[in-house]
């Protein structure tokens, strides 16, 4: 059962665009998501995370929307450099666990 | 069509003793992935398996830590002589023959030394 999804299994933008990668869950009982980045050869690494307590968190170009009555989360880059490049992960966690989506290819175009 | 499962999801051992974590990667995919998220820290990556073959382990700790992928069965990371620093949330993913870049991970296995 996949409680997360990812529906775009990719994406490609220009540079200095907006990149949003989007993620829906099924639990309700989910309450804290977080986006990893994902380089080729390498384990992913976390990138930004919010709480269900709060709609959105902020971090420089990265921010990330929640919206609860429509299980949806959204990563919003912006303005989106070349080095932005890889595959996000999304996950979402309660107490006892942890799910993640399969995963989008971001790509950034020079 | 199943996930990835992963068993045991919770594990208890002793120092000392050995754990075995199982992952069974979705219908038809024959690559498999473990990785490791100690608390507070990201996912680290540890292996990377075909049915048969270890493709990259360079995540992997030099001691005790071994994987496999039979050609039949689950994949099985296995830890011997357990530490309390093991005590660790571990990932399997796996993904399809054609490589392309969507992983998909099971619900992991929390591993408690005590």
């Known amino acids: 059962d996949q409680q997360v999804k990812q529906n775009s299994p990719s994406l490609s933008v220009q540079e200095g665009r907006i990149s949003i990668l989007n993620c829906d869950y099924t639990?309700?009982?989910?309450?804290?998501f977080l986006w990893y980045k994902k380089y080729p050869a390498e384990g992913p690494t976390f990138l930004i995370s919010?709480?269900?307590?709060?709609d959105k968190n902020e971090d420089g170009r990265f921010t990330v929307f929640l919206n609860k009555s429509a299980k949806h989360l959204s990563l919003h880059i912006v303005p989106s450099q070349p080095g932005d490049s890889a595959v996000y992960f999304c996950?979402?966690?309660?107490?006892?666990?942890?799910?993640f989506g399969a995963g989008t290819r971001l790509t950034v175009k020079p | 069509n199943a996930g990835v499962m992963q068993n045991p999801r919770h594990l208890v051992r002793r120092r000392g003793q050995e754990a075995r974590l199982r992952c069974s990667p979705m219908k038809g995919h024959s690559h498999v992935y473990w990785y490791r998220q100690l608390p507070e820290e990201g996912l680290k990556f540890m292996v990377y398996?075909?049915?048969?073959?270890?493709?990259?382990e360079s995540g992997m700790p030099k001691e005790r830590f071994s994987a496999e992928f039979p050609k039949e069965g689950p994949s099985i990371l296995r830890i011997q002589q357990v530490v309390r620093g093991d005590s660790a949330a571990y990932f399997c993913a796996s993904s399809p023959p054609i490589q392309g870049d969507e992983q998909f991970f099971g619900p992991g296995t929390r591993l408690t030394v005590l």
């Open positions: 639990n309700s009982m989910f309450d804290y």
């Open positions: 919010i709480s269900s307590i709060k």
């Open positions: 996950a979402a966690s309660d107490n006892n666990d942890m799910r």
């Open positions: 398996l075909q049915k048969e073959n270890i493709i990259d």
